[in-house]
């Protein structure tokens, strides 16, 4: 098992263009390139474990994928049956969205991963399309990977979910866009709406009216991709904390997306007192530009709303309250129970061994906001978590345990991370 040790940092000032790409865009451009006729193209498409993964997927049922070393083509032939096992590693979302493509293509399909996504919560996705004719099984009646999917005909549904996931809404478009005929799908709050921009943007008919989402069957096959995948807003984030923690720090970062449902975490780093400028540069399947933090000294914040909008940046914006001026909390979070760790628990847990004083909820939790310590912290097998406490280290030292599933998603962390800090590991 990898680790790492994180010195504490001096200020700095830094502008980078190399975060890592978009992970949730870079899985679309792949899946969706199959249901396209001819040949996507794919700029900085997000070179991770995760993404990766998928890639090889496409290319398992029958997509032939050339790769330059800057550009990625994707030719779909549509999709075909393997006697090969599809392996997703470590990604949720690669699983559910395979899921919901998978259920109305012609022949016999297995899903697995590692150990992780294997102790995951798939029923959220199985359940709503075994109602709509998919034929899905696996561990715990179809609630565990592997997952068999043999593809069937599917009907029009109208769907209400009891969750805010793009992961379950994606899937649910996906197969309604090979159903019988016109779909609904409502969500209690809107979570994000990378898949309907980017299909919408390739030729399908979706329309969506606050919460509520209506998705017509394909009539013909999609306009092919052609896109340069943006910056991760949920990596930048963790830079984001970086300037915002650090005494007469900034960080300029370039190329990343601006789309609302993904800058909420951001949005909520302003409120604290963080000093943060956005600026638009261009618009096409996404809003695209660039993001300015500046530190200031923080103080405590609620959040409770639009979880579903910064679900994945809630373990580094628990380092900003931990260095915050007063109590602040988290609620309405319960999601965060059954992403790679149970990251309510890792993140109490560790900050407690930094010293700092929580209080754990079944849906979230509160931070004492004071001086953290260092610490030995373990990240569970879980890459937000590890890079978050990285971060915390940039104000006290920290040892971190269990880095090796950085790589997942953000495979330069620590090369930005010395580059712009000029902390040694």
Not at 22 to 41: N, P, Q, T, W, Y
Request: contains cysteine; glycine residues 6%; proline residues 4%.
């Amino acid at each position: 098992m990898m680790s790492a040790k994180v010195y504490p940092a001096q200020s700095f000032n830094y502008k980078s263009d190399a975060i890592a790409a978009d992970k949730s865009i870079s899985h679309r451009c792949a899946l969706f390139a199959v249901l396209a006729e001819g040949e996507s193209k794919i700029e900085n498409f997000l070179r991770a474990e995760d993404t990766l993964n998928t890639l090889k997927i496409i290319g398992q049922l029958g997509a032939e994928i050339r790769d330059n070393g800057s550009v990625i083509t994707i030719r779909s032939n549509g999709i075909h049956e393997t006697s090969e096992i599809l392996d997703c590693g470590n990604s949720g979302t690669g699983m559910r969205l395979f899921c919901g493509l998978l259920s109305s293509a012609e022949g016999h399909f297995i899903l697995t991963g590692d150990e992780y996504l294997k102790r995951r919560p798939m029923k959220r996705v199985t359940q709503p399309l075994r109602a709509i004719g998919a034929k899905l099984d696996g561990r715990e009646n179809g609630d565990l990977a592997p997952l068999s999917i043999r593809g069937a005909s599917l009907k029009a549904f109208n769907y209400e979910s009891k969750v805010a996931s793009a992961q379950v809404k994606s899937a649910m478009i996906l197969a309604a866009l090979r159903s019988d005929g016109v779909c609904t799908f409502r969500e209690p709050e809107l979570s994000r709406d990378h898949t309907e921009r980017m299909l919408v943007g390739m030729g399908a008919h979706i329309e969506r009216n606050a919460l509520e989402t209506k998705i017509w069957p394909l009539e013909k096959l999609l306009t092919p991709l052609s896109i340069r995948v943006p910056a991760d807003p949920s990596s930048a984030f963790f830079f984001a904390v970086a300037a915002a923690i650090t005494p007469n720090s900034s960080m300029i970062i370039e190329g990343v997306t601006l789309n609302p449902t993904r800058i909420e975490a951001f949005k909520v780093l302003e409120r604290m007192g963080a000093d943060i400028r956005y600026d638009l540069i261009s618009e096409k399947y996404e809003p695209i530009g660039n993001i300015t933090v500046k530190y200031a000294p923080l103080k405590a914040v609620v959040v409770s709303e639009n979880i579903a909008w910064l679900i994945d940046e809630l373990p580094a914006l628990s380092i900003a309250m931990a260095c915050a001026e007063g109590k602040s909390s988290i609620r309405n979070a319960q999601e965060l129970r059954v992403k790679e760790s149970d990251r309510i628990k890792t993140v109490v847990d560790n900050l407690n061994l930094c010293g700092i004083i929580t209080e754990e909820y079944p849906d979230g939790y509160c931070v004492m906001g004071g001086k953290l310590h260092s610490a030995i912290v373990n990240s569970h097998g879980d890459h937000r978590i590890a890079m978050s406490f990285c971060i915390a280290g940039l104000r006290c030292g920290m040892d971190v345990e269990d880095i090796e599933c950085i790589n997942t998603s953000f495979p330069n962390f620590f090369e930005l991370l010395t580059q712009c800090t000029k902390v040694k590991l």
